[in-house]
Every structure is written in structure tokens, then in C-alpha cells.
Antibody, heavy 116, light 107 residues
Framework: QVQLQESGPGLVKPSETLSLTCTVSGGSISSYYWSWIRQPAGKGLEWIGRIYTSGSTNYNPSLKSRVTMSVDTSKNQFSLKLSSVTAADTAVYYC??????????WGQGTLVTVSS | DIQMTQSPSSLSASVGDRVTITCQASQDISNYLNWYQQKPGKAPKLLIYDASNLETGVPSRFSGSGSGTDFTFTISSLQPEDIATYYCQQYDNLPITFGGGTKVEIK
């Protein structure tokens, strides 16, 4: 059974960079796209972007200038960096596996609060 | 971006009722439409993929239909454990976009 687990600081100061890692267990990270999705409290889901195990990326244009994703296949991990954060970036961040155009496995989510 | 419009935004129904949620895409997305269930404090769970295919392990009371721009998600007989918010999601074009969600409550 594939499992995903997000990790990283729960509190980030405004203007700094949010950094999260997703660790995949129970299966290989290879040959899939992997995504980050976020959800502000009480609101809907926003796709941040995706990364293939080759390192190829696609980002949501609304965040593209601030987003960097990377993958480390040796550790079965992929990561998200979001720069110049503001309070509007406060959300639960999920990592998910993309399987044939659908998100079939999700992490439990991690709350990131942007506050000084 | 493709806009996904879900309706209603919330509904209240009795146990055993048939529940229907609609999702309209701002342009033709073929059948590249998935449905997710999200319970409070939990990650979304895939229920239906490619508009009408039931994900493995998902109860058969859940179903989906549609293609092009108009899609429907149905719970044939609402159960107490179905209380959740349901989201549609398109994967025809990037960026991937989600509907605004439909919160389902028990009357």
C-alpha cells in the first residue's frame, strides 16, 4: 500500500520560503507524476504543480513565479519550495500521486501557517 | 484555465435519499473528470475517475456520468458515513482545476 507523508515547518514568516518534503513509502516513486495541492481553511482545493521522476515540472501559472519542485528518487522523496510567502499562503498542503490523470494516493496533509 | 462550476454548494438530505451533484466545465474536457470525497480533517479520497469509473473499493452506491462539459455525481442511497464535501476535478488541460465543492449533510 502506497503511503505519502508530508514534512516541514508548520510556521513560516512572511516573505520567507516555505519548504515541504513528501516521503513515499510502500512503492517506488519512479514512473509517476507527483503533485502538491493546497487548501486554505474552509476553502477549496488548489493545484500547485506536478513533477515527474525525471525532474520535469509543470506549475500552476498563478504560483509559477514562486514555486520550485524537486525530486530525489534515491530517497523516494519529492519537495516543494514556495518563496515570498504571505498570509494568503496559509493552508493545508497535500502531496499526492498522479496515476493516469487522477490523484489516487494522498498524504494526510500538513498545515503551514504564515505569520510573524 | 478551465473553470469547474459545481452545484449545489451544499445540500441536506435524509438517509436513503438519492443525492445528485452536478459539475460544469467552462470548455469541453471529454471525460477527464474525477470526483473526490473529503471528510473533515482528512485528505480527499478518489471515488470516480474518467467521469464514470468507480475506484477500486468504493461502494457501488456512488456513480458518475457525463462527458464534454456537463457531469453528474450520484449517491443512490445516502448513508450517514457519506457526510463529506465532494469535489470534481478536471485533468484535460493544465492547470488542473477543482470545483468549489458540495457539502453534503444529513437532514
Amino acid at each position: 500500500q502506497v503511503q505519502l507523508q508530508e514534512s516541514g515547518p508548520g510556521l513560516v514568516k512572511p516573505s520567507e520560503t516555505l519548504s515541504l518534503t513528501c516521503t513515499v513509502s510502500g512503492g517506488s516513486i519512479s514512473s509517476y507524476y507527483w503533485s502538491w495541492i493546497r487548501q486554505p481553511a474552509g476553502k477549496g482545493l488548489e493545484w500547485i504543480g506536478r513533477i515527474y521522476t525525471s525532474g520535469s515540472t509543470n506549475y500552476n501559472p498563478s504560483l509559477k513565479s514562486r514555486v520550485t519542485m524537486s525530486v530525489d528518487t534515491s530517497k523516494n522523496q519529492f519537495s516543494l519550495k514556495l518563496s515570498s510567502v504571505t498570509a494568503a499562503d496559509t493552508a493545508v498542503y497535500y502531496c499526492a500521486r498522479v496515476n493516469r490523470l487522477r490523484f489516487d494516493y494522498w498524504g494526510q496533509g500538513t498545515l503551514v501557517t504564515v505569520s510573524s | 484555465d478551465i473553470q469547474m462550476t459545481q452545484s449545489p454548494s451544499s445540500l441536506s438530505a435524509s438517509v436513503g435519499d438519492r443525492v445528485t451533484i452536478t459539475c460544469q466545465a467552462s470548455q469541453d474536457i471529454s471525460n477527464y473528470l474525477n470526483w473526490y470525497q473529503q471528510k473533515p480533517g482528512k485528505a480527499p479520497k478518489l471515488l470516480i475517475y474518467d467521469a464514470s469509473n468507480l475506484e477500486t473499493g468504493v461502494p457501488s452506491r456512488f456513480s458518475g456520468s457525463g462527458s464534454g462539459t456537463d457531469f453528474t455525481f450520484t449517491i443512490s442511497s445516502l448513508q450517514p458515513e457519506d457526510i463529506a464535501t465532494y469535489y470534481c476535478q478536471q485533468y484535460d488541460n493544465l492547470p488542473i482545476t477543482f470545483g468549489g465543492g458540495t457539502k453534503v449533510e444529513i437532514k
